[in-house]
C-alpha cells in the first residue's frame, strides 16, 4: 500500500472514531462498567490470600453480591477468605464511672474474615464482556508479526499477564494466549502502537490517557483499513481510560503517521498498481 493510500484511510477512520466518541458511552461500556463497579478493589493482603487460596481466581465477590448480578453459588463451592474491616460502637453502660473518657465509646476498627467466591464457583446469567474486534485479519497477523520483528521487538507469549491481553514492555510485546485471531491482531496492533510512540523521550509529555488513546486509536485505523469489525470496542476503550474527542483531536498527527506506517508495511499493494 502507498504512503498515500495509507494515509487517506487513517482519516477517514479517525473521522468515524471521533464521531463514535461523541455519541457517549455504548450500551455494552454501560453495562459492563455497571457488574465491574460490583467488584470490590482488594487490598494487596487480600489479593495475596486469594491468590493463596485460588491462584486460577479472576473476578471475586462476596455471595450477595453475587446474587445482585444474577449469578449463584455452586453447591459445595469453598468460600476464600478474607479479611474485612468493620467499626464496632462500644456500648455505654448505665452508672459509668465519673471521669470516664469519652474515648471509650467512640467506634473502634475491627477486623473479621469473610468469604468470597470466584465467578468460575457460581452459574446463572452471563456477566456483560467489554466490546471484542470481530472478523477474520487472514494473512495480516503474519505481515504485523514481521514488521514487529523487523522494528527490533521480541513478540512473546503467556497463558496469564495478570488482566491484560496485551502489554508492552520497551523492546518486548507480550500478549495472553488464546486470544481469537481479530482480537490478537487488534491487541498487538495496540501495543506496537505503544512501542512505536511511548518509548522514548516523549513519554514524559503524556498522560496515561493520551497513551491509551493513541494506542487504540492506531489498532483502530489499522483494524478497519484491513477489513476487521472494530464495532464500539475502540470507543469503549478509549472512554475506559477518560478519553474523547477532544483527546484525539490532540493525538490526530501521531496516530496517523503511525497508523499510516503499519498499514503501508502490512498491505499488500494490488497487482497493476504502478501501470
Same mark, same amino acid.
Not at 489498532?219 to 477518560?242: H, M, S, W
Given at each position: 500500500?502507498?504512503? /498515500? ?58 455471595? *450477595? ?5 444474577? @449469578? ?17 460502637? =462500644? ?5 459509668? /464511672?465519673?471521669? !470516664?473518657?469519652? !474515648? ?5 476498627? @475491627?477486623?473479621?474474615?469473610?468469604? &468470597? ?9 452471563? %456477566?456483560?464482556?467489554?466490546?471484542? &474486534?470481530?472478523?477474520? =485479519?487472514? #494473512? ?40 481469537? =485471531? ?9 501495543? %506496537?502502537?505503544?512501542?512505536? %510512540? ?5 513519554? *514524559? ?24 469489525? =472494530? ?11 477518560? #478519553? ?24 499488500? /499493494? ?6
Amino acid at each position: 500500500m502507498k504512503a /498515500e493510500e495509507a494515509r487517506k484511510l487513517a482519516d477517514d477512520a479517525l473521522n468515524d472514531l471521533a464521531a463514535a466518541l461523541k455519541q457517549g458511552k455504548s450500551e455494552t461500556l454501560t453495562a459492563y462498567l455497571a457488574a465491574m463497579g460490583r467488584f470490590h478493589q482488594y487490598s494487596f493482603g487480600n489479593v495475596m490470600l486469594i491468590a493463596l487460596q485460588k491462584p486460577d481466581a479472576t473476578r471475586v465477590t462476596g455471595f *450477595r453480591t453475587w446474587k445482585k448480578l444474577g @449469578r449463584f453459588v455452586m453447591k459445595g463451592e469453598k468460600g476464600i477468605v478474607i479479611i474485612a474491616p468493620m467499626m464496632i460502637r =462500644p456500648k455505654e453502660q448505665d452508672g459509668s /464511672e465519673q471521669g !470516664d473518657s469519652r !474515648d471509650e465509646h467512640r467506634p473502634m476498627l @475491627r477486623f473479621k474474615a469473610v468469604y &468470597v467466591f470466584d465467578v468460575s464457583q457460581t452459574d446463572g446469567e452471563a %456477566l456483560p464482556e467489554f466490546a471484542r &474486534v470481530g472478523g477474520n =485479519p487472514d #494473512g495480516h497477523t503474519d505481515r504485523l508479526k514481521a514488521l514487529v520483528t523487523d522494528q527490533g521487538i521480541a513478540l512473546e507469549y503467556a497463558d496469564s499477564l495478570g488482566g491484560p491481553d496485551g502489554l508492552s514492555c520497551i523492546g518486548t510485546i507480550r500478549l495472553r494466549n488464546g486470544l481469537a =485471531p481479530a482480537e490478537e491482531f487488534s491487541v498487538l496492533t495496540h501495543e %506496537l502502537a505503544h512501542e512505536m %510512540l511511548h518509548k522514548s523521550e516523549r513519554r *514524559r509529555e503524556t498522560t496515561k490517557t493520551i497513551r491509551e488513546t493513541e494506542a487504540e486509536a492506531v489498532a483502530f485505523v489499522v483494524c478497519q483499513a484491513i477489513g476487521l469489525e =472494530p464495532g464500539t470496542a475502540a470507543a469503549d476503550y478509549i472512554r475506559l481510560y477518560n #478519553g474523547d474527542a477532544g483527546t484525539l483531536a490532540e493525538s490526530l498527527d501521531h496516530i496517523q503517521k503511525t497508523a499510516a506506517e503499519i498499514l503501508a508495511a502490512i498491505v499488500n /499493494e494490488p497487482a497493476g498498481d504502478d501501470q
